[in-house]
């Protein structure tokens, strides 16, 4: 079950901290809490072994990578940004990412 590994390393946090880092930015967000990076990444750690079993059932060509669960994080983290925007804030916060992961129905693999 290596395969999934990379969802609790350090290389994956980095990613995640990019991307949330990059989103925001470009959602006109000045900073954001790096909590959310932690949060982000117990969320994923907490899923995975239900995440890499699904994943493992399904062919090869089909399974999720990397690249897919930062595409969720960017994703994420752009429509968190737009809680922070509706309150015209610069600052985008934990509160405004959990509201975005509830009202994404866990679309956000593998954070759900």
Not at 67 to 81: I, M, N, T, Y
């Amino acid at each position: 079950m290596a395969e999934y590994d990379w969802l609790t390393s350090d290389e994956f946090r980095e990613r995640i901290r990019q991307r949330v880092s990059q989103a925001a930015g470009q959602a006109g967000m000045q900073q954001y809490h790096v909590s959310i990076i932690e949060n982000l990444m117990s969320k994923a750690a907490e899923k995975r072994q239900v995440n890499e079993s699904n994943e493992l059932r399904k062919s090869l060509g089909s399974r999720r990578s990397i690249d897919d669960a930062l595409a969720s994080v960017e994703a994420l983290a752009k429509a968190a940004s737009e809680y922070a925007t509706a309150e015209k804030r610069t600052l985008l916060t934990e509160a405004d990412v959990d509201k975005a992961y509830v009202a994404g129905f866990c679309r956000w693999w593998p954070l759900c």
